[in-house]
């Protein structure tokens, strides 16, 4: 399905962040880019992995995200540059390795509660 609308992919990536399991909800969320044709303006989600440089965690997880990185659907992103930085400040997230679901702003992407759903019309 190519998205054509932000609200399709926005409704897309929350569809996939209701997933129990959070190996589905990433597998489903890292299909919606693609989705998403880059002439089209949309702000299509991405995976971001913070790292820093000598952490054994942060090896352990790009270990086990190796191929999901190989294949672009998970960017890694050193805390110590300049974006990193600022993914920290605009997220609040203060820990690493982390994985994080990211809006084209560099904004984290969240599930949505029920107070913060639309109305349905």
Not at 10 to 25: E, F
Not at 87 to 102: K, R
Request: proline fraction near 7%; aromatic fraction near 4%.
């Amino acid at each position: 399905m190519l998205y054509r609308s932000q609200q399709d992919i926005d409704q897309a990536v929350q569809g996939c962040l209701a997933l129990a399991d959070n190996d589905a909800a990433m597998a489903c969320a890292i299909q919606v880019a693609p989705e998403t044709p880059s002439e089209s303006g949309l702000c299509a989600p991405r995976f971001v992995l913070l790292t820093e440089e000598g952490c054994s965690p942060c090896a352990e997880e790009k270990e086990t995200l190796k191929e999901a990185l190989s294949r672009g659907e998970i960017e890694e992103v050193a805390i110590s540059s300049e974006r990193g930085k600022a993914i920290m400040e605009n997220t609040g997230v203060d820990f690493w390795p982390a994985v994080l679901l990211l809006d084209c702003t560099d904004h984290l992407i969240e599930p949505n509660t029920p107070a913060q759903e639309s109305p349905s019309v």
